[in-house]
């Protein structure tokens, strides 16, 4: 089983950056897909960006350029690094994990961490 606990979602003002983490749970398998999602009230849930334990990264158009993704060493802790923020990227944010060989922000995720809220101001 593998437990993933997100941290990091502020209030920052339009332009800033923030660094969202995601910590996988100690002894747990290395899940080989790892993405970051977020969700609005109202909106469904969206894809923002996707790594693979190979490296591959892809991202949503409306972050590309503005977000990274990126695992550390360890393979313990997911993080995304938000720069030049928008008033549209206000939300909850989540971490997601799955072990299969797919890996793309379209499949169905099969671990899911609490969400972190996001709020950009202008």
């Known amino acids: 089983q593998v437990h993933l606990t997100e941290s990091g979602g502020a209030s920052v003002q339009a332009g800033g950056s923030l660094r969202l983490s995601c910590a996988v749970s100690p002894g747990a398998p290395s899940p080989v897909c790892m993405a970051w999602f977020r969700q609005t009230p109202g909106k469904e849930r969206e894809g923002v960006a996707l790594l693979s334990v190979g490296g591959f990264t892809n991202y949503a158009d409306s972050v590309e350029g503005r977000f990274t993704i990126s695992l550390n060493a360890a393979q313990d802790t997911l993080t995304l690094q938000m720069d030049s923020l928008k008033l549209e990227d206000t939300a909850v944010y989540y971490c997601?994990?799955?072990?299969?060989?797919?890996?793309?922000?379209?499949?169905?995720?099969?671990?899911w961490g609490q969400g972190t809220p996001v709020t950009v101001s202008s």
């Open positions: 997601a994990a799955n072990k299969g060989v797919v890996c793309s922000l379209h499949i169905n995720f099969a671990y």
